[in-house]
C-alpha cells in the first residue's frame, strides 16, 4: 500500500511557507554570479540504478511511454534524453566522470540515481550555474565507512574499508574540485562559488545490523555536525531521503522488520524541530517508503535497489531537490 504523503511533515510545512509544490517549478533565485555547489553522498542507492532502457515494466524506456504526461518532458522531440547545460556533474568515486547533466550518472550509462532528478530541481530554482559533486560507494555504512570523527576516535584513514575513509573521501573530493575548478568544471569562469547544499541517501548495509541501528541517529547526528564544521559552513542545508526499500507493506512476522522500520524513523528523525531545534530549519527529511515499487512494476527484484526501478529513483532525487529548495528558500526569507 502506499501512502500519499512523500516526505516528512517538517519538510512539508517548509515547502508551503516557500509556496513551492510537488506540481509547479520551483520560483528562481536571482543570480548573484557565483557557481552553486551541492555534494550528493551515501552508498549504493546514491551511486543509483534506475534503469533506463527495456520494455520491461519500470524503466524509463517504458515509463515514457505510459506516462508520457509525467516524464515527457525529460526527452527531446526525438525522444533523447535532454541535456541540461546549467547542471554539471563531478562523479570522483570509482573513476572520474564529468558532464552536463542528463541519463547515465548511476551506476553505468545505462543508469540514473537521485542526482538526476535532483538536479533538473535545483537547476530550476537557480538563476547561476549548479555544480554536483557526487560521493557515493555501494556497500558502505554509516557505521564503519563513513563515521565522522566525533563518533568515535580513531586514526586517520588510509586505506578504502578503514573507519572513516568515505567520510574523509568525501571532503577530499570537495576540496580538490574547488581548488582546481578550471579542471573539474570548463564553464568556470573564477566568479566564485557557494556550497549551498547536502543531499544524503544511505542505510543499507546499517539496517541489517541492530548495532548499526541502535546507534545510527546518534552517527548521524555527528556526520552533519562534522561535514557542516569541516567544510567552515555552520548552517549547511541537510536532506536526508530514507531507506524505504520494501515500503510500507513489510510483512508482520519479517524478522528484520522492527530494525529496518527503526532505521528509517531515526533517519527522519534528524529532520523534527523539536527534537533537534540547532537543525530547525536548515535538515529535511524525505519519505521514500510511497516510491517503493514492487517487482511486478520494475525491470529486477533487486529489493536492495529498489528493483531497479527508474521511476523510483527519479522519485527520489526530485523529493531530494523539492526539500533542498525548501530549506533553500526558507533561509532567503
Not at 554570479?33 to 551541492?38: A, V
Not at 555552520?234 to 531521503?241: C, D, S
Not at 532505521?263 to 537543525?279: C, H, N, S, T
Request: hydrophobic share 35%; with cysteine.
Amino acid at each position: 500500500m502506499r501512502r500519499t504523503t512523500s516526505i516528512s511533515t517538517a519538510t512539508m510545512l517548509l515547502m508551503v511557507l516557500a509556496n513551492i509544490t510537488f506540481g509547479e517549478p520551483p520560483k528562481a533565485c536571482p543570480a548573484n554570479g557565483k557557481l552553486k555547489i551541492f555534494i550528493l553522498s551515501g552508498q549504493s542507492n546514491m551511486v543509483g540504478f534506475g534503469q533506463l532502457p527495456g520494455d520491461n515494466p519500470g524503466t524509463m524506456e517504458t515509463l515514457l511511454k505510459s506516462n508520457a504526461k509525467a516524464y515527457g518532458h525529460l526527452v527531446d522531440k526525438d525522444g533523447k534524453p535532454i541535456v541540461r547545460h546549467d547542471v554539471w556533474i563531478v562523479n570522483l568515486s570509482y573513476e572520474e566522470k564529468t558532464g552536463w547533466l542528463t541519463t547515465g550518472y548511476g551506476a553505468s550509462e545505462g543508469h540514473i540515481g537521485p542526482e538526476y532528478a535532483f538536479g533538473f530541481v535545483v537547476g530550476n530554482y537557480y538563476e547561476d550555474p549548479v555544480l554536483i559533486i557526487k560521493s557515493a560507494w555501494g556497500g558502505r555504512s554509516l557505521y564503519t565507512n563513513f563515521l565522522s570523527p566525533s563518533s568515535k576516535d580513531y586514526p586517520a584513514p588510509k586505506a578504502d574499508g578503514d573507519t572513516g575513509y568515505q567520510y574523509a573521501e568525501i571532503l577530499r573530493h570537495v576540496k580538490e574540485i574547488t581548488d582546481d575548478l578550471k579542471q573539474y568544471y570548463p564553464e568556470y569562469t573564477g566568479q566564485g562559488y557557494e556550497i549551498v547544499g547536502f543531499g544524503w541517501h544511505q542505510g543499507g548495509n546499517d539496517r541489517i545490523n541492530q548495532a548499526a541501528v541502535d546507534v545510527y541517529e546518534s552517527n548521524m547526528k555527528n556526520f552533519i555536525e562534522d561535514i557542516r564544521r569541516d567544510l567552515a559552513i555552520e548552517r549547511l542545508p541537510f536532506v536526508i531521503a530514507n531507506t524505504g526499500m520494501e515500503g510500507w507493506g513489510i510483512p508482520e512476522t519479517a524478522r528484520y522488520k522492527k530494525k529496518v522500520e527503526k532505521l528509517m524513523e531515526v533517519q527522519l528523525a534528524l529532520a523534527d524541530g523539536k527534537k533537534y531545534p540547532e537543525f530547525k530549519g536548515n535538515v529535511a527529511g524525505v519519505e521514500t517508503r510511497d516510491f517503493w515499487r514492487d517487482r511486478a512494476e520494475s525491470p529486477s527484484g533487486q529489493n536492495y535497489h529498489w528493483n531497479r526501478n527508474w521511476e523510483t529513483y527519479y522519485l527520489i532525487g526530485k523529493g531530494m531537490g523539492d526539500a533542498m529548495v525548501g530549506l533553500l528558500a526558507n533561509e532567503r526569507h
